[in-house]
């Protein structure tokens, strides 16, 4: 098992720092340096429930292959996830294969036959069907009933919102004050705002004086449903992962279910597909690696299961971690940007020892 | 030569999509559609001086694999552009080889050695040494004088605004007004505004009222120069490409020269380094793929020269294009996102005959 993914945000210099950057890099550590330095109680336990090992076959150096995947807790989407568990426990994953690598899009994987009812494999029971409105779900549903306010910020104790310009202006300001705020007022182009909660990239569209909408967010490294066109919303049985740009038009429009935190570069390196959306041609079926197994880690003997957590989104480190993220300042940089999208402020996760 | 890139905005269905489906698909074409359908004077031809011919060394299955940059017009980066033109005329450039894979991040290429005195491999005559300055340029430069006023809107006949939100809000407007067109007001959290200014993706900040700061993106598949720290700007003999989500907070602190038109699937897919920023370790030197060659198209006979457009980023075709990338209502998607970011809308390129 390697290391767990701590995405590196690192400088282009090839050369050493000098005395002057060292005393730099004190002074403004880099988000990574931050990570390091975290309260050991800062970390979350991640469930063994919640992690699937998906054991791809040998590369062709003959070299183990193995990619963890975290589900996404409740609130979301807990209908795909639960029916991915079933889908695990059932072994039915198993001998499935990647199908399709398109470049800056996605990496799929599921049954190759999956679209032929004479060939198909046949799911197990009990999957469930979910409903397209589950691709998103109510803001007061995450806070519990409690009545959001009129501006995000009055559930920072709920909500740790990631840049600094996680308030409405007030309205004594100028137009000139409200512009030059403008770059912090909101995330992108896709949502009025954008945080991450309990650990996730989440997006908030909507009326905001209402009961605004929450959807995880495409990211690079989550992975997602795929499905037939609408109102098919699919089982969970065929999964893509993100290996490019954030595709975040697909957000509220697809489930998101969880992310990888373990193997990426395994998926995103391989060789692409040559077929329409990048799926291997008949020619390429050499190049569908095989899925050897996908399983629940909580079904393993807990010697064998390997453990993780995530930096508390809640932390004061993450805080310190998202503002370094969107403000370099370590010595590599001449301008900090003065704000990041929710893709560029990845959780971090590290693998720890079995207790 | 394989075809020219224009990325792939797939659908995750498999099955063929329904006469209902197959009608909506004509009400609503998705974005390559509009492409496919812009007329002949839309497009324009790249100039042979702009673009370079990398030839890797063929695979392990003996295939060829070619990689074609566009490299930057003027206001952009020209010091460094020069200084990779007069490099790959010196033939500097050929057997270098790839030596850094990071996920999620940058394929990089230059002398291995390139920081040993000894060893490192003598750079031609005639480069020019550039200024941190010249990473931006300001928005009258490109403007040619012209005066800027309050909105960007009136640039529309210089500037084609990628998103609908590009207009400052009014100063007569309530601040629930204001809220309520928050998401179309600005591109990012990196930037004041975002642009594709002719066929490049620009960002503007400083101050909308006076002259601002304009930059090239970081986005996939762009070409960018490797330095060491500040006040080293880099000479263009190392030069790094984007193979993850755009990394935004490198605008302004690096010079970006080009684009990856033709091959990027060569470089995305590479082996992952297993060094710190994902340099190839010494116990995987075998993994540093070579440079043949990198040869500007311009120094080539004209039989021998691909031929390259991309669709005028001021053409009505493009406008039509970027709105759907920005809400998608072709057969897949159920809701449009109502916004884009200045990455998710790639400029399309073609290879055309010869003349």
Same mark, same amino acid.
């Given at each position: 098992?390697?290391?767990?993914?701590?995405?590196?945000?690192?400088?282009?210099?090839?050369?050493?720092?000098?005395?002057?950057?060292?005393?730099?890099?004190?002074?403004?550590?880099?988000?990574?340096?931050?990570?390091?330095?975290?309260?050991?109680?800062?970390?979350?336990?991640?469930?063994?429930?919640?992690?699937?090992?998906?054991?791809?076959?040998?590369?062709?150096?003959?070299?183990?292959?193995?990619?963890?995947?975290?589900?996404?807790?409740?609130? &979301?989407?807990?209908?795909?996830?639960?029916?991915?568990?079933?889908?695990?426990?059932?072994?039915?994953?198993?001998?499935?294969?990647?199908?399709?690598?398109?470049?800056?899009?996605?990496?799929?994987?599921?049954?190759?036959?999956?679209?032929?009812?004479?060939?198909?494999?046949?799911?197990?029971?009990?999957?469930?069907?979910?409903?397209?409105?589950?691709?998103?779900?109510?803001?007061?549903?995450?806070?519990?009933?409690?009545?959001?306010?009129?501006?995000?910020?009055?559930?920072?104790?709920?909500?740790?919102?990631?840049?600094?310009?996680?308030?409405?202006?007030?309205?004594?300001?100028?137009?000139?004050?409200?512009?030059?705020?403008?770059?912090?007022?909101?995330?992108?182009?896709?949502?009025?705002?954008?945080?991450?909660?309990?650990?996730?990239?989440?997006?908030?569209?909507?009326?905001?004086?209402?009961?605004?909408?929450?959807?995880?967010?495409?990211?690079?490294?989550?992975?997602?449903?795929?499905?037939?066109?609408?109102?098919?919303?699919?089982?969970?049985?065929?999964?893509?992962?993100?290996?490019?740009?954030?595709?975040?038009?697909?957000?509220?429009?697809?489930?998101?279910?969880?992310?990888?935190?373990?193997?990426?570069?395994?998926?995103?390196?391989?060789?692409?597909?040559?077929?329409?959306?990048?799926?291997?041609?008949?020619?390429?079926?050499?190049?569908?690696?095989?899925?050897?197994?996908?399983?629940?880690?909580?079904?393993?003997?807990?010697?064998?299961?390997?453990? &993780?957590?995530?930096?508390?989104?809640?932390?004061?480190? &993450?805080?310190?971690?998202?503002?370094?993220?969107?403000?370099?300042?370590?010595?590599?940089?001449?301008?900090?940007?003065?704000?990041?999208?929710?893709?560029?402020?990845?959780?971090?996760?590290?693998?720890?020892?079995?207790?």
């Amino acid at each position: 098992m390697k290391k767990s993914i701590l995405i590196s945000l690192a400088a282009f210099a090839l050369s050493a720092p000098s005395f002057a950057q060292e005393e730099k890099a004190k002074e403004h550590p880099s988000p990574n340096a931050i990570v390091g330095a975290a309260q050991p109680a800062e970390w979350v336990q991640i469930p063994a429930e919640d992690l699937l090992m998906m054991t791809l076959a040998p590369d062709s150096d003959g070299a183990v292959r193995e990619v963890v995947i975290q589900l996404m807790p409740a609130p &979301f989407s807990q209908g795909w996830v639960s029916n991915i568990r079933t889908l695990a426990r059932a072994k039915w994953y198993d001998g499935i294969t990647i199908n399709r690598v398109q470049d800056n899009y996605v990496v799929q994987w599921g049954d190759v036959h999956g679209e032929d009812p004479e060939k198909a494999k046949p799911l197990p029971e009990g999957l469930e069907v979910m409903d397209e409105g589950d691709y998103v779900f109510p803001f007061s549903a995450l806070l519990k009933g409690q009545i959001y306010g009129v501006t995000a910020s009055s559930r920072t104790s709920t909500l740790k919102l990631l840049l600094d310009g996680n308030q409405l202006p007030s309205p004594d300001k100028t137009m000139e004050e409200i512009a030059a705020t403008m770059r912090t007022l909101r995330g992108d182009g896709y949502a009025n705002d954008t945080y991450v909660i309990d650990g996730w990239p989440v997006a908030l569209n909507g009326n905001k004086y209402g009961d605004p909408i929450l959807s995880p967010t495409h990211c690079y490294g989550m992975v997602g449903v795929g499905r037939s066109y609408s109102p098919d919303t699919g089982s969970g049985a065929e999964l893509y992962t993100v290996i490019g740009h954030a595709p975040r038009h697909l957000d509220r429009n697809i489930a998101l279910v969880g992310r990888i935190i373990v193997g990426m570069e395994h998926l995103s390196s391989m060789k692409r597909g040559d077929g329409e959306l990048g799926f291997y041609t008949e020619s390429q079926a050499q190049l569908r690696t095989p899925i050897q197994s996908i399983r629940v880690l909580s079904d393993l003997a807990p010697a064998d299961r390997p453990s &993780f957590q995530y930096l508390s989104t809640e932390s004061e480190t &993450f805080a310190k971690y998202a503002e370094a993220r969107a403000n370099r300042r370590d010595p590599f940089f001449i301008k900090p940007a003065g704000g990041a999208d929710i893709c560029n402020i990845p959780v971090p996760v590290r693998q720890v020892a079995n207790d």
